[in-house]
Protein backbone atom coordinates (compact mmCIF):
# COMPACT_ATOMS: atom_id res chain seq x y z
CA UNK A 1 0.00 0.00 0.00
CA UNK A 2 2.75 2.12 0.43
CA UNK A 3 4.44 1.82 -2.39
CA UNK A 4 1.18 2.49 -4.76
CA UNK A 5 0.41 5.60 -2.74
CA UNK A 6 3.58 6.70 -3.35
CA UNK A 7 2.88 6.01 -7.08
CA UNK A 8 -0.55 7.70 -6.86
CA UNK A 9 1.25 11.01 -5.52
CA UNK A 10 4.21 10.79 -7.86
CA UNK A 11 1.57 10.60 -10.87
CA UNK A 12 -0.13 13.48 -9.38
CA UNK A 13 2.07 15.77 -9.42
CA UNK A 14 3.84 14.98 -12.60
CA UNK A 15 0.44 15.80 -14.10
CA UNK A 16 0.67 18.61 -11.94
CA UNK A 17 3.90 19.81 -13.48
CA UNK A 18 3.28 18.94 -17.01
CA UNK A 19 -0.42 17.93 -18.61
CA UNK A 20 1.07 15.00 -20.91
CA UNK A 21 2.34 12.91 -18.09
CA UNK A 22 -2.30 12.49 -17.00
CA UNK A 23 -2.07 9.84 -19.88
CA UNK A 24 -0.07 7.88 -17.60
CA UNK A 25 -3.02 8.03 -14.89
CA UNK A 26 -6.09 5.89 -16.51
CA UNK A 27 -3.94 2.78 -17.41
CA UNK A 28 -2.79 2.95 -13.57
CA UNK A 29 -6.73 3.75 -12.17
CA UNK A 30 -8.12 1.27 -14.27
CA UNK A 31 -5.41 -1.39 -13.52
CA UNK A 32 -6.32 -0.78 -9.64
CA UNK A 33 -9.03 -2.26 -10.02
CA UNK A 34 -8.17 -5.47 -11.99
CA UNK A 35 -4.64 -6.27 -10.72
CA UNK A 36 -3.45 -8.14 -9.16
CA UNK A 37 -6.15 -10.66 -9.78
CA UNK A 38 -6.19 -12.68 -6.67
CA UNK A 39 -7.39 -9.98 -4.28
CA UNK A 40 -10.83 -9.97 -3.10
CA UNK A 41 -13.17 -6.29 -3.60
CA UNK A 42 -12.25 -5.60 0.49
CA UNK A 43 -8.77 -6.33 0.08
CA UNK A 44 -8.60 -4.05 -2.82
CA UNK A 45 -9.88 -1.46 -1.90
CA UNK A 46 -7.88 -0.88 1.26
CA UNK A 47 -4.93 -2.01 -0.22
CA UNK A 48 -4.87 -0.69 -4.18
CA UNK A 49 -7.26 1.51 -5.01
CA UNK A 50 -7.82 4.09 -2.00
CA UNK A 51 -3.72 4.06 -1.37
CA UNK A 52 -3.46 5.05 -5.38
CA UNK A 53 -6.36 7.26 -4.85
CA UNK A 54 -5.24 9.47 -1.37
CA UNK A 55 -2.20 9.59 -2.93
CA UNK A 56 -3.58 10.90 -6.41
CA UNK A 57 -5.38 13.68 -4.50
CA UNK A 58 -2.12 15.05 -2.12
CA UNK A 59 -0.15 15.26 -5.58
CA UNK A 60 -2.85 16.43 -6.88
CA UNK A 61 -4.16 19.20 -3.60
CA UNK A 62 -2.80 22.70 -5.42
CA UNK A 63 -4.58 22.37 -8.82
CA UNK A 64 -7.78 21.21 -6.57
CA UNK A 65 -7.38 24.50 -4.72
CA UNK A 66 -6.96 26.74 -7.81
CA UNK A 67 -9.97 25.04 -9.19
CA UNK A 68 -11.83 25.01 -6.02
CA UNK A 69 -11.29 29.00 -5.36
CA UNK A 70 -12.31 29.95 -8.84
CA UNK A 71 -13.06 27.55 -11.41
CA UNK A 72 -14.61 29.71 -14.27
CA UNK A 73 -10.57 31.59 -13.85
CA UNK A 74 -8.66 28.04 -13.66
CA UNK A 75 -9.91 26.76 -16.79
CA UNK A 76 -10.07 29.81 -18.85
CA UNK A 77 -5.92 29.75 -17.86
CA UNK A 78 -5.55 26.18 -17.72
CA UNK A 79 -7.85 25.03 -20.72
CA UNK A 80 -9.01 28.19 -22.50
CA UNK A 81 -5.77 29.55 -23.52
CA UNK A 82 -4.31 25.93 -24.85
CA UNK A 83 -7.76 25.34 -26.96
CA UNK A 84 -8.08 29.34 -28.28
CA UNK A 85 -5.55 31.99 -28.49
CA UNK A 86 -2.23 29.75 -28.07
CA UNK A 87 -4.22 27.68 -31.19
CA UNK A 88 -5.08 30.76 -33.30
CA UNK A 89 -1.55 32.25 -32.86
CA UNK A 90 0.16 29.78 -34.37
CA UNK A 91 -2.27 28.83 -36.84
CA UNK A 92 -1.80 32.59 -37.95
CA UNK A 93 1.89 32.48 -38.54
CA UNK A 94 3.35 31.38 -41.96
CA UNK A 95 4.38 27.61 -42.79
CA UNK A 96 5.33 24.84 -40.18
CA UNK A 97 8.82 24.84 -39.11
CA UNK A 98 10.74 22.07 -38.03
CA UNK A 99 9.86 22.34 -34.02
CA UNK A 100 5.96 22.98 -34.60
CA UNK A 101 3.18 21.21 -36.56
CA UNK A 102 -0.07 22.31 -37.02
CA UNK A 103 -2.09 19.83 -39.41
CA UNK A 104 -2.09 15.66 -38.59
CA UNK A 105 0.14 15.08 -41.12
CA UNK A 106 3.02 16.93 -39.98
CA UNK A 107 2.20 15.84 -36.46
CA UNK A 108 2.60 12.76 -37.39
CA UNK A 109 5.84 13.31 -39.41
CA UNK A 110 7.36 15.16 -36.08
CA UNK A 111 6.42 12.01 -34.36
CA UNK A 112 8.06 9.49 -36.71
CA UNK A 113 11.27 11.59 -36.53
CA UNK A 114 11.10 11.73 -32.33
CA UNK A 115 10.31 8.26 -31.76
CA UNK A 116 12.76 6.67 -34.74
CA UNK A 117 16.10 9.64 -34.65
CA UNK A 118 19.37 8.48 -33.06
CA UNK A 119 19.03 6.60 -29.71
CA UNK A 120 15.74 6.01 -30.41
CA UNK A 121 16.52 3.52 -33.34
CA UNK A 122 18.54 1.74 -30.63
CA UNK A 123 15.79 1.11 -28.43
CA UNK A 124 13.56 0.26 -31.01
CA UNK A 125 16.02 -2.90 -32.14
CA UNK A 126 16.12 -3.79 -29.07
CA UNK A 127 12.51 -4.34 -28.53
CA UNK A 128 12.07 -6.07 -31.61
CA UNK A 129 15.20 -8.45 -30.91
CA UNK A 130 13.52 -8.86 -27.62
CA UNK A 131 10.00 -9.96 -28.79
CA UNK A 132 11.80 -12.09 -31.81
CA UNK A 133 13.13 -14.18 -28.29
CA UNK A 134 10.12 -14.89 -26.62
CA UNK A 135 8.44 -15.87 -29.54
CA UNK A 136 11.54 -18.27 -30.04
CA UNK A 137 9.45 -21.92 -29.12
CA UNK A 138 8.58 -24.62 -31.25
CA UNK A 139 5.60 -26.45 -32.57
CA UNK A 140 2.15 -25.43 -31.10
CA UNK A 141 3.51 -24.18 -28.07
CA UNK A 142 4.40 -21.15 -29.54
CA UNK A 143 0.96 -19.08 -28.86
CA UNK A 144 0.63 -20.56 -25.54
CA UNK A 145 3.95 -20.03 -24.34
CA UNK A 146 3.80 -16.30 -25.87
CA UNK A 147 1.10 -15.44 -24.14
CA UNK A 148 1.76 -17.02 -20.92
CA UNK A 149 4.79 -14.67 -21.19
CA UNK A 150 3.69 -11.45 -22.24
CA UNK A 151 0.52 -10.99 -20.56
CA UNK A 152 1.30 -10.50 -17.62
CA UNK A 153 -0.68 -7.49 -15.40
CA UNK A 154 2.59 -5.47 -15.28
CA UNK A 155 3.10 -5.93 -19.42
CA UNK A 156 -0.26 -4.92 -19.69
CA UNK A 157 -0.80 -1.92 -18.19
CA UNK A 158 2.49 -0.37 -19.32
CA UNK A 159 0.66 -1.17 -23.18
CA UNK A 160 -2.38 0.23 -22.28
CA UNK A 161 -0.29 3.34 -20.98
CA UNK A 162 1.36 3.60 -24.81
CA UNK A 163 -1.81 3.36 -26.35
CA UNK A 164 -3.34 6.15 -24.23
CA UNK A 165 0.14 7.96 -24.62
CA UNK A 166 0.56 7.55 -28.22
CA UNK A 167 -3.18 8.80 -28.66
CA UNK A 168 -2.91 12.05 -26.84
CA UNK A 169 0.35 13.21 -27.99
CA UNK A 170 -1.74 13.59 -31.17
CA UNK A 171 -4.15 15.90 -29.48
CA UNK A 172 -2.34 19.17 -28.92
CA UNK A 173 -2.34 21.69 -31.49
CA UNK A 174 0.36 23.21 -32.44
CA UNK A 175 2.21 20.15 -31.48
CA UNK A 176 6.27 20.44 -31.10
CA UNK A 177 8.81 17.58 -30.81
CA UNK A 178 8.52 17.37 -26.76
CA UNK A 179 4.71 15.89 -27.05
CA UNK A 180 5.91 13.11 -28.45
CA UNK A 181 8.61 12.12 -25.84
CA UNK A 182 6.31 9.90 -23.04
CA UNK A 183 5.82 7.44 -25.61
CA UNK A 184 9.80 6.92 -25.18
CA UNK A 185 9.28 6.42 -21.20
CA UNK A 186 6.96 4.02 -22.35
CA UNK A 187 8.96 1.85 -24.54
CA UNK A 188 11.97 1.73 -22.05
CA UNK A 189 9.44 0.44 -19.61
CA UNK A 190 8.29 -2.11 -21.71
CA UNK A 191 11.92 -2.87 -23.01
CA UNK A 192 12.61 -3.80 -19.63
CA UNK A 193 9.40 -5.76 -18.44
CA UNK A 194 9.87 -8.01 -21.90
CA UNK A 195 14.06 -8.40 -20.42
CA UNK A 196 12.27 -9.88 -17.40
CA UNK A 197 9.89 -12.45 -18.84
CA UNK A 198 13.24 -14.13 -20.87
CA UNK A 199 14.43 -17.42 -19.21
CA UNK A 200 17.90 -17.38 -18.26
CA UNK A 201 19.26 -18.93 -21.05
CA UNK A 202 17.82 -16.48 -23.40
CA UNK A 203 19.14 -13.69 -21.19
CA UNK A 204 22.58 -14.78 -21.33
CA UNK A 205 22.41 -14.67 -24.84
CA UNK A 206 20.53 -11.50 -25.78
CA UNK A 207 23.03 -9.78 -23.09
CA UNK A 208 25.97 -8.96 -24.98
CA UNK A 209 23.74 -7.40 -27.46
CA UNK A 210 21.80 -5.11 -25.06
CA UNK A 211 25.58 -4.25 -23.46
CA UNK A 212 26.51 -3.26 -26.70
CA UNK A 213 23.55 -1.26 -27.73
CA UNK A 214 24.10 0.69 -24.38
CA UNK A 215 27.48 1.68 -25.38
CA UNK A 216 26.49 2.59 -28.59
CA UNK A 217 23.05 4.84 -26.78
CA UNK A 218 25.77 6.40 -24.55
CA UNK A 219 27.59 7.21 -27.72
CA UNK A 220 25.07 8.79 -29.25
CA UNK A 221 24.20 10.82 -26.39
CA UNK A 222 27.65 11.72 -25.00
CA UNK A 223 27.45 15.24 -26.69
CA UNK A 224 24.20 15.88 -24.47
CA UNK A 225 25.16 14.57 -21.26
CA UNK A 226 28.44 16.12 -21.37
CA UNK A 227 27.77 19.28 -22.52
CA UNK A 228 27.50 21.08 -19.09
CA UNK A 229 30.43 18.67 -17.56
CA UNK A 230 33.17 21.59 -17.71
CA UNK A 231 30.29 24.49 -15.94
CA UNK A 232 29.76 21.56 -12.52
CA UNK A 233 32.74 22.93 -10.71
CA UNK A 234 31.57 26.37 -10.69
CA UNK A 235 28.53 27.18 -9.94
CA UNK A 236 28.53 30.53 -11.08
CA UNK A 237 28.90 29.90 -14.65
CA UNK A 238 24.95 27.56 -14.15
CA UNK A 239 22.09 29.19 -15.62
CA UNK A 240 19.83 29.91 -12.04
CA UNK A 241 23.01 31.83 -10.97
CA UNK A 242 24.00 33.82 -14.33
CA UNK A 243 20.18 35.11 -14.07
CA UNK A 244 20.39 36.37 -10.89
CA UNK A 245 23.41 37.86 -11.77
CA UNK A 246 21.85 39.33 -14.76
CA UNK A 247 19.33 40.57 -12.25
CA UNK A 248 21.37 42.55 -10.26
CA UNK A 249 23.18 44.22 -12.08
CA UNK A 250 19.94 45.17 -13.94
CA UNK A 251 18.88 46.83 -10.39
CA UNK A 252 22.52 48.41 -9.70
CA UNK A 253 22.01 49.91 -13.04
CA UNK A 254 18.46 51.54 -12.21
CA UNK A 255 20.09 52.35 -8.59
CA UNK A 256 22.94 53.83 -10.05
CA UNK A 257 21.09 56.00 -12.75
CA UNK A 258 18.34 56.91 -9.58
CA UNK A 259 15.48 55.50 -11.67
CA UNK A 260 12.60 54.04 -9.93
CA UNK A 261 9.59 52.28 -11.59
CA UNK A 262 8.86 49.48 -13.65
CA UNK A 263 10.79 47.49 -15.67
CA UNK A 264 8.91 46.54 -19.13
CA UNK A 265 10.55 43.56 -20.66
CA UNK A 266 8.91 40.23 -22.13
CA UNK A 267 11.85 38.44 -20.16
CA UNK A 268 10.05 39.23 -17.00
CA UNK A 269 12.39 36.46 -15.19
CA UNK A 270 15.46 39.43 -14.58
CA UNK A 271 13.54 42.13 -12.71
CA UNK A 272 11.68 40.11 -11.10
CA UNK A 273 14.96 37.83 -9.88
CA UNK A 274 16.07 41.40 -8.38
CA UNK A 275 12.93 42.34 -7.07
CA UNK A 276 11.62 44.86 -9.68
CA UNK A 277 8.25 45.48 -10.59
CA UNK A 278 6.75 44.56 -13.46
CA UNK A 279 3.69 45.54 -15.52
CA UNK A 280 1.30 42.44 -14.56
CA UNK A 281 0.25 42.66 -18.61
CA UNK A 282 3.54 41.34 -18.82
CA UNK A 283 4.60 39.23 -16.42
CA UNK A 284 3.78 35.88 -18.58
CA UNK A 285 6.63 37.35 -20.71
CA UNK A 286 5.47 36.71 -24.59
CA UNK A 287 2.62 34.33 -23.81
CA UNK A 288 -0.33 36.24 -23.33
CA UNK A 289 0.71 39.69 -24.79
CA UNK A 290 1.48 37.89 -28.50
CA UNK A 291 -1.71 35.92 -28.10
CA UNK A 292 -4.38 39.06 -26.98
CA UNK A 293 -5.39 39.83 -30.03
CA UNK A 294 -6.43 36.38 -31.29
CA UNK A 295 -8.33 36.33 -27.74
CA UNK A 296 -12.26 36.35 -27.52
CA UNK A 297 -13.69 39.14 -25.53
CA UNK A 298 -15.21 36.46 -22.98
CA UNK A 299 -11.85 34.65 -22.54
CA UNK A 300 -10.03 37.64 -22.07
CA UNK A 301 -11.53 39.26 -19.22
CA UNK A 302 -9.96 36.65 -17.22
CA UNK A 303 -6.33 37.65 -18.43
CA UNK A 304 -4.23 41.06 -17.36
CA UNK A 305 -2.24 41.41 -20.56
CA UNK A 306 -2.29 43.79 -23.92
CA UNK A 307 -2.18 44.12 -26.93
CA UNK A 308 1.02 45.01 -29.16
CA UNK A 309 -1.43 47.65 -30.67
CA UNK A 310 -1.93 48.91 -27.33
CA UNK A 311 1.22 48.67 -25.00
CA UNK A 312 1.68 52.18 -26.08
CA UNK A 313 -1.48 53.61 -24.44
CA UNK A 314 0.19 51.37 -21.48
CA UNK A 315 3.08 53.36 -21.40
CA UNK A 316 1.99 57.20 -21.66
CA UNK A 317 -0.01 56.18 -18.92
CA UNK A 318 2.16 54.42 -16.75
CA UNK A 319 6.19 55.10 -17.82
CA UNK A 320 8.21 52.43 -17.50
CA UNK A 321 11.72 53.38 -15.80
CA UNK A 322 13.63 51.01 -18.48
CA UNK A 323 13.16 48.87 -21.01
CA UNK A 324 14.74 45.66 -21.47
CA UNK A 325 14.83 44.13 -24.94
CA UNK A 326 16.26 41.92 -27.26
CA UNK A 327 15.00 38.84 -27.14
CA UNK A 328 12.04 38.84 -28.98
CA UNK A 329 12.46 41.75 -32.19
CA UNK A 330 9.17 41.65 -33.73
CA UNK A 331 7.10 41.28 -30.59
CA UNK A 332 9.25 44.31 -29.05
CA UNK A 333 8.94 46.53 -31.91
CA UNK A 334 6.41 48.97 -30.28
CA UNK A 335 8.56 49.14 -26.86
CA UNK A 336 11.32 49.71 -28.87
CA UNK A 337 9.46 52.59 -30.74
CA UNK A 338 8.13 54.02 -27.65
CA UNK A 339 11.67 54.36 -25.95
CA UNK A 340 13.08 56.26 -28.76
CA UNK A 341 10.16 58.22 -29.68
CA UNK A 342 10.18 59.55 -26.03
CA UNK A 343 13.68 60.01 -25.23
CA UNK A 344 14.71 57.00 -23.41
CA UNK A 345 18.99 56.59 -23.58
CA UNK A 346 20.30 53.26 -24.92
CA UNK A 347 22.73 50.91 -22.79
CA UNK A 348 24.20 48.22 -24.76
CA UNK A 349 26.81 46.90 -22.57
CA UNK A 350 24.35 45.23 -19.99
CA UNK A 351 25.67 41.96 -20.37
CA UNK A 352 22.38 39.86 -20.41
CA UNK A 353 22.62 37.06 -23.20
CA UNK A 354 20.52 34.08 -23.45
CA UNK A 355 19.79 31.72 -25.55
CA UNK A 356 16.55 34.08 -26.77
CA UNK A 357 18.86 37.07 -27.74
CA UNK A 358 21.40 39.88 -25.79
CA UNK A 359 19.55 41.95 -23.93
CA UNK A 360 19.62 45.78 -24.36
CA UNK A 361 18.34 48.31 -21.80
CA UNK A 362 16.86 51.65 -22.19
CA UNK A 363 16.58 53.92 -19.36
CA UNK A 364 14.37 57.04 -18.90
CA UNK A 365 16.11 60.18 -19.54
CA UNK A 366 16.66 61.89 -15.97
CA UNK A 367 19.55 63.84 -14.70
CA UNK A 368 20.77 60.73 -13.39
CA UNK A 369 20.83 58.36 -16.15
CA UNK A 370 22.96 61.47 -17.82
CA UNK A 371 25.22 61.75 -15.54
CA UNK A 372 25.88 58.27 -15.13
CA UNK A 373 26.27 57.62 -19.06
CA UNK A 374 29.00 60.40 -18.87
CA UNK A 375 31.14 58.77 -16.59
CA UNK A 376 30.83 55.72 -18.18
CA UNK A 377 33.70 54.94 -21.21
CA UNK A 378 32.49 55.83 -24.67
Request: proline share 7%.
Amino acid sequence: PIAIGASGLLLAVAATMKASAIGFIPAAALAAFLLPARLSITSRLRRVVFPLALGGVIGALPVFLYLAADPELFLAHAVGFHTGPHVAYWAAQTGEGSDVAMSFAARAQLAYLVWTQGANAVLIFGLVLMALLLAEVEGRQTIRRLGRKLLTGPVLLVLATTVTIFIMSFVPTPSFPQYFAPVIVCLVLLLTLLYSRLDSAQQVRIRPVLVAACVVLLILNLPRLTQHLGKLPNPESWTPMQVHRHGIALAERLAEARLEGKVATLAPVYPLEAELPVYPELATGQFAYRTAEYTDADLLRHYTTTYPTEIEALFRDDPPAAFLVGFEPVLEAPMVRFARENGYLRVEDLGITDRYGKGTLYLRDTPGVREEAGRRPK
